[in-house]
Nanobody
Framework: VELVESGGGSVQSGGSLRLSCVASGYTYSTYSMGWFRQAPGKEREGVAAVNSDRTTAYADSVKGRFTISHDKAKNTLYLQMNSLKPEDTAMYYC?????????????????????WGQGTQVTVSA
C-alpha cells in the first residue's frame, strides 16, 4: 500500500488549501483513512478521518474549517482546509488502515493506522 500526499504550500492566514492523498496497492471495501499533522516540537495529532461507513471525525481545533472526503473511484482522500490559521502550520500526513472501518472513537488515534504517507508541508503566515 502506498499513500502519496500533495497540495501543501504556503498561504496567509484566512486562506485555503486542499490536500490530496492518492492511495494505491489495495482494493478493500472496508477501510479507515485520515489526516494527521505534526508541528515542530509537538506530537503528531489526528486532524480528520473517515471510514468506509462514511463516518467522519474531526479534531476540535479544525471543526467548521476543515472537511475530509474520500473519492472511492479515484481512491483519493482529500482535506479541504479553509480559514487557515498560523497554528495550522505543520507537516500533514495521510494514513490508512485497509481492513478495518474504525468506530468514531478510534478514528483520530495514530495507533489505528498501519500505512502512512511521507507528508506534505502546510505553512500559514500571519
Amino acid at each position: 500500500v502506498e499513500l502519496v500526499e500533495s497540495g501543501g504550500g504556503s498561504v496567509q492566514s484566512g486562506g485555503s488549501l486542499r490536500l490530496s492523498c492518492v492511495a494505491s496497492g489495495y482494493t478493500y471495501s472496508t477501510y479507515s483513512m485520515g489526516w494527521f499533522r505534526q508541528a515542530p516540537g509537538k506530537e503528531r495529532e489526528g486532524v480528520a478521518a473517515v471510514n468506509s461507513d462514511r463516518t467522519t471525525a474531526y479534531a476540535d481545533s479544525v471543526k467548521g474549517r476543515f472537511t475530509i472526503s474520500h473519492d472511492k473511484a479515484k481512491n483519493t482522500l482529500y482535506l479541504q482546509m479553509n480559514s487557515l490559521k498560523p497554528e495550522d502550520t505543520a507537516m500533514y500526513y495521510c494514513a490508512a488502515h485497509t481492513r478495518i472501518s474504525y468506530a468514531l472513537g478510534f478514528l483520530l488515534r495514530e495507533q489505528s493506522f498501519n500505512y502512512w504517507g511521507q507528508g506534505t508541508q502546510v505553512t500559514v503566515s500571519a
